[in-house]
């Protein structure tokens, strides 16, 4: 499974950033996609999912309100609106894509990682 990203940055405190990411396989064709991300000295966080159908969204608690997941209709592109950034919010976001359909989790497949960096 290829599983590309593109966006991420630096920023100061406030400002956006935009993900995307896009998944695709010969075997399977329907992914729940979402994002974890890993700040300096700490575990994987979770940061937001959504369902093939694009019905169903969760995010973490840290990122709720602020940042926005959504998907192209049929497609496994999605991406990441990331507003009101804040410097805990830095580190390296990982688009994952599951073929479960239900959620995704860390050893769903992964992409490189983008960095994602904002200055006080």
């Known amino acids: 499974v290829s599983v590309i990203e593109r966006g991420g940055g630096s920023v100061q405190t406030g400002g956006s950033l935009r993900l995307s990411c896009a998944a695709a396989d010969r075997t399977f064709t329907r992914f729940t996609m979402g994002w974890f991300r890993q700040v300096p000295d700490k575990e994987y966080e979770f940061v937001a999912a959504i369902s093939f159908s694009g019905e169903i969204m969760t995010y973490g608690d840290s990122v709720q309100g602020r940042f926005t997941i959504s998907r192209q209709k049929g497609k496994n592109l999605v991406f990441l609106q990331m507003n009101d950034l804040r410097p805990e919010d830095t580190g390296v976001y990982y688009c994952?894509?599951?073929?479960?359909?239900?959620?995704?989790?860390?050893?769903?497949?992964r992409g490189q990682g983008t960095q994602v960096t904002v200055s006080s």
């Open positions: 994952l894509a599951d073929p479960s359909e239900s959620t995704i989790s860390l050893t769903s497949f």
